[in-house]
């Protein structure tokens, strides 16, 4: 079951996904009192959009050795952290747009979580308290502006860099799932979470230390080994284990 944020006859709705039919609920499964409208629709009528629209969007870089190596970075005491604006954000089937300035456009496969209550300062015993479900996320990345920028944010900040979906699931175990992003078909990374230098609630612990974290706030805990370039005309699928595919293509 998925929790799903879709467009149907002009209108953006929120519902549940069973198997191929959606359950509509008169509101965000965020907000508190959500419930079932009782029409059921077609999975197939509706547009998915993004499943989630936060207030911010929290990346976490350098969190699997291997990509750490890839990269020639050096481990880091503390979580490296940095921030994608909400303009980059699409949904499953939507377009990656290459920017002209950029000619090494690169796919990141990313576990994403999803907040599900208000939280500041809190203990990583805490943490699983505040998550509402996960769901599947591209950090896609200009690495030859990265590069020579020395610091993330343009790389990072373009339109479409951000696409998230295809739904939201709540009942994962994300201590040891396997995450792989597939560009026209091969497979390019293939990675378990088991193998994240900072764990889930260890990282919600620690960003809730520095910024509140609202209810729909995504935090994207990393990408493994295995990174590389886009061309127009791809199709790249980030699969993670017990979610679902997130496919885009690439323009």
């Known amino acids: 079951m998925g929790y799903i944020r879709f467009l149907y006859e002009d209108k953006i709705c929120f519902g ?3 198997g191929e039919s959606i359950e509509v609920l008169d509101r965000s499964y965020l907000e508190k009192g959500c419930r079932k409208t009782g ?7 509706v547009r998915l959009l993004s499943p989630v629209e936060p207030t911010k969007i929290v990346c976490i870089g350098l969190n699997y050795a291997k990509h750490i190596e890839e990269l020639g970075h050096t481990l880091h005491d503390d979580p490296v ?23 090494q456009v690169e796919y990141e496969a990313e576990l994403v979580v999803v907040m599900g209550k208000t939280a500041k300062d809190i203990t990583e ?25 020395g610091q993330w944010t343009r790389s990072k900040s373009f339109d479409t860099f951000c696409p998230i979906g295809p739904w939201v699931v709540t ?15 091969e497979v390019k990374q293939s990675a378990g979470t ?3 230098i900072n764990s889930v609630p260890k990282l919600v612990s ?7 974290l609202n209810p729909g706030d995504l935090i994207m805990t ?10 127009a005309g791809d199709v790249i699928d980030v699969e993670i284990e017990g979610i679902g595919r997130l496919r885009n293509l690439v323009r």
């Open 222 to 231: 990393g990408t493994p080994e295995g990174v590389g370039p886009m061309k």
């Open 16 to 18: 549940q996904l069973q």
């Open 39 to 45: 029409q059921i629709l077609q999975a197939e009528k």
């Open 171 to 185: 009942d994962l175990d994300h201590r040891d799932v396997k995450i792989s992003s597939v560009l026209n078909g």
């Open 206 to 212: 620690y960003i809730s230390q520095i910024m509140t």
């Open 125 to 149: 015993d805490q943490a699983e308290d505040y998550i509402f479900g996960f769901t599947c996320g591209n950090d896609v990345t200009a690495r030859d502006l990265q590069k020579k920028d």
């Open 194 to 196: 088991s193998n994240l």
């Open 81 to 103: 952290i940095f921030l994608k604006p909400v303009t980059s954000l699409v949904g499953p089937e939507d377009e990656i747009i290459l920017p002209p300035m950029s000619q």
